[in-house]
């Protein structure tokens, strides 16, 4: 029988991951299969539970179930620890290993496939949901020489400032506490432009030379990057090498095995 993983969360008929770990399974020749599973908004761990029963080694977890894959897990990593939110269960044994690969994915996608330092840049990351909380943390670790936290609800950003003061330089606010700086890095982790919308955000944040980085990804530029293309930024990107990337640090570790994601995140770009 072929290892068994997959995807889950709700919904799920939109994702790319098993188009992505069949290609990256094809390119290191591992014998594996990858699913995507639609579980029910109150059956999380029921079916992740039937899942490890039918022999499945390893999942992904999309939204509204990260933070439920961390409170399952009965081990965890230092950066899911400190993220308090999981992406990826490994299954061994008795154990449930959770992990978080956004924001290794996040930091890969902007260092090595952009080609743009993290170091000593001014980050403005847009969200507190789950989606900022993951890559907070391997983004201090580049050590920008600022973060700036921005939610519509100040609350929920000063609560990550404080949870993740201790690892570099965090500050926080809402989206117009920040109208008066401008930032090399503008990262958009809410849920915006997955219904087509434009966070309250100020148009001069943008530093001369900025990347706009989007971690959503749709056919279409998102409204998030025509808003800054039309305010004068050229260093755009939306959130398939991330998508890809993060992929890729599950798959190492379920398999042990690093692919190459450049072919993968260009195939990706002639699917959507």
């Known amino acids: 029988m072929l290892d068994s993983y997959a995807v889950i969360g709700n919904p799920i008929s939109h994702s790319k991951s098993p188009l992505i770990h069949a290609a990256f399974a094809q390119q290191t020749q591992q014998s ?10 109150d059956g999380f761990q029921t079916t992740v539970t039937h899942f490890r029963q039918q022999g499945g080694k390893g999942l992904n977890v999309t939204v509204p179930f990260k933070l439920e894959a961390y409170q ?14 999981v992406n990826t269960l490994k299954f061994e044994n008795q154990e449930i290993l959770g992990d978080n690969t956004d924001g290794a994915g996040l930091v890969r996608d902007i260092e090595l496939n952009l080609g743009i330092p993290i170091a ?15 890559v907070i943390l391997p983004l201090l670790q580049q050590k ?14 000063e609560a990550l400032q404080q949870q993740f003061m201790a690892h570099g330089n965090t500050v926080a606010g809402d989206f117009t506490s920040f ?8 990262i958009n982790a809410t849920s915006a ?64 095995v690093r692919p190459q994601t450049k072919p993968v995140i260009a195939l990706l770009k002639t699917k959507i």
């Open 32 to 41: 594996m299969q990858y699913d995507a599973i639609l579980a029910p908004l």
């Open 72 to 85: 399952l897990a009965t081990r965890l990593t230092e950066r899911a620890t400190i993220a308090q939110a």
């Open 120 to 134: 000593n840049k001014r980050i403005l990351l847009m969200g507190a949901g789950g989606a900022a909380r993951g």
């Open 144 to 157: 920008p020489s600022i973060l700036a936290i921005a939610n519509r609800t100040r609350q929920k950003a």
């Open 179 to 186: 109208s008066d700086q401008q930032f090399d890095i503008v």
């Open 193 to 256: 432009s997955l219904h087509d919308a434009l966070p309250d955000l100020p148009a001069h944040v943008f530093a001369n030379n900025a990347l706009a980085y989007d971690m959503m990804y749709s056919h279409e530029p998102t409204r998030f990057l025509k808003f800054a293309y039309d305010n004068g930024v050229r260093h755009l990107a939306d959130g398939i090498g991330m998508l890809v990337e993060q992929a890729a640090e599950s798959f190492f570790l379920w398999r042990g």
